[in-house]
């Protein structure tokens, strides 16, 4: 992802103290390992986020074309 473990479970914590219940859960490592998995809270934030992020892209489609349309094309 581009980002620290350290910096990665800042977000996590944030992300967890801004909702009412936690979005992520984590399991201390052990014979099988630790992990982290979505709560179902988690699951719900993660599909509200994903529509509106869907809906985001399809009402800037013009713009991004027009955009692109302006930009200097690639050498082939």
């Known amino acids: 992802m581009g980002m620290s473990y350290k910096r ?4 996590v914590d944030t992300l967890n103290a801004y909702f009412r219940e936690p979005v992520v859960i984590s399991v201390k490592g052990g014979p099988k390992g630790g992990g982290a998995s979505l709560t179902d809270t988690g699951k719900a934030v993660l599909a509200h986020y994903r ?4 809906k ?3 009402a800037i ?4 074309k027009k955009l692109a349309a302006l930009a200097t094309p690639k050498p082939k």
């Open 8 to 11: 990665a479970w800042y977000l």
């Open 51 to 54: 529509r509106m992020q869907r």
């Open 56 to 58: 985001a892209e399809i």
């Open 61 to 64: 489609q013009g713009d991004l």
